[in-house]
């Protein structure tokens, strides 16, 4: 699969001081395509798990998408390594939006290869490893949530997960099985978002005050899903597999205060 990578390598390089470095994590069944961002210098450097969304990593023209790479590239200037994993590419698929019954699933694949990435640059000579964080969007933060469960602590022998955060993630399946995280998870979500309710999320994150890790949730006055994509005017999706009223139908597009917002935040929870 890395051919279907390679053009991403270009576009990175033309457009960041950092170069983006295309990895295979894992082997046989489990062997994935990732996407490596990371600071100058040897380090060592806190590092990031990044989880894609349904719509995957990659867009039509075999480039990492450009939330993405915008992403690691603020994330890399700012000292953390970033290492974005392709859970649909290297198994055969592409977007999954559509797709009801899913072959990879937010609690149980993406779990796995975000446990993958994480043992992966733990081995890195550059990289923190008890500084490894993950963070998702959408069907990927819904993922991240699922990783950080207590229930699912690793056994690997390997310092755990050092915090999360979670851009508009889907609640209402994590929040029915009384949801709780073991490390300090952050959620960001938009009040307007009509794919996936900030009003359930708040609710999960209320029920688990008591029994969980710091978790907290910050909710965007008339954001919509995807507010942190840049340069993206506000539009209508069709044909979904899953929206907030059932239709099919949702709202995506930046807005620029909650992105504003949420890249202060992030950083600011990696390093502290």
Same mark, same amino acid.
């Given at each position: 699969?890395?051919?279907?990578?390679?053009?991403?390598?270009?576009?990175?390089?033309?457009?960041?001081?950092?170069?983006?470095?295309?990895?295979?994590?894992?082997?046989?069944?489990?062997?994935?395509?990732?996407?490596?961002?990371?600071?100058?210098?040897?380090? =060592?450097?806190?590092?990031?798990?990044?989880?894609?969304?349904?719509?995957?990593?990659?867009?039509?023209?075999?480039?990492?998408?450009?939330?993405?790479?915008?992403?690691?590239?603020?994330?890399?200037?700012?000292?953390?390594?970033?290492?974005?994993?392709?859970?649909?590419?290297?198994?055969?698929?592409?977007?999954?939006?559509?797709?009801?019954?899913?072959?990879?699933?937010?609690?149980?694949?993406?779990?796995?290869?975000?446990?993958?990435?994480?043992?992966?640059?733990? /081995?890195? /000579?550059?990289?923190?490893?008890?500084?490894?964080?993950?963070?998702?969007?959408?069907?990927?933060?819904?993922? /991240?949530?699922?990783?950080?469960?207590?229930?699912?602590?690793?056994?690997?022998?390997? =310092?755990?997960?050092?915090?999360?955060?979670?851009?508009?993630?889907?609640?209402?399946?994590?929040?029915?099985?009384?949801?709780?995280?073991?490390?300090?998870?952050?959620?960001?979500?938009?009040?307007?978002?009509?794919?996936?309710?900030?009003?359930?999320?708040?609710?999960?994150?209320?029920?688990?005050?008591?029994?969980?890790?710091?978790?907290?949730?910050?909710?965007?006055?008339?954001?919509?899903?995807?507010?942190?994509?840049?340069?993206? =005017?506000?539009?209508?999706?069709?044909?979904?597999?899953?929206?907030?009223?059932?239709?099919?139908?949702?709202?995506?597009?930046?807005?620029?205060?909650?992105?504003?917002?949420?890249?202060?935040?992030?950083?600011?929870?990696?390093?502290?």
């Amino acid at each position: 699969m890395r051919h279907a990578l390679a053009a991403l390598i270009l576009m990175a390089a033309a457009t960041s001081v950092s170069a983006a470095e295309v990895i295979d994590v894992g082997e046989g069944e489990v062997a994935l395509n990732a996407v490596l961002y990371r600071p100058a210098g040897s380090g =060592p450097f806190p590092v990031v798990v990044g989880m894609h969304g349904c719509a995957g990593m990659l867009n039509s023209g075999g480039q990492i998408v450009r939330r993405f790479a915008d992403w690691g590239e603020l994330l890399s200037k700012a000292g953390i390594a970033v290492l974005f994993v392709d859970s649909f590419t290297p198994r055969g698929l592409g977007s999954q939006c559509s797709v009801r019954e899913r072959k990879v699933r937010s609690d149980h694949e993406r779990v796995a290869d975000a446990y993958l990435a994480r043992r992966w640059l733990q /081995s890195q /000579s550059w990289a923190v490893k008890n500084r490894v964080s993950l963070v998702g969007w959408a069907n990927g933060a819904a993922g /991240s949530l699922w990783a950080v469960r207590p229930r699912v602590l690793p056994r690997d022998g390997m =310092p755990d997960f050092r915090s999360a955060v979670a851009f508009y993630p889907g609640c209402r399946r994590l929040s029915a099985v009384a949801w709780s995280a073991r490390v300090p998870t952050l959620i960001l979500a938009g009040r307007a978002d009509d794919w996936t309710l900030a009003a359930t999320c708040e609710q999960m994150v209320a029920g688990a005050r008591g029994r969980s890790a710091q978790a907290s949730i910050v909710v965007y006055p008339g954001a919509y899903h995807e507010f942190d994509r840049p340069d993206y =005017p506000v539009r209508m999706l069709t044909g979904l597999a899953n929206s907030a009223d059932g239709s099919g139908r949702a709202h995506v597009g930046t807005n620029a205060a909650a992105r504003a917002d949420a890249i202060m935040r992030v950083r600011e929870w990696l390093l502290r």
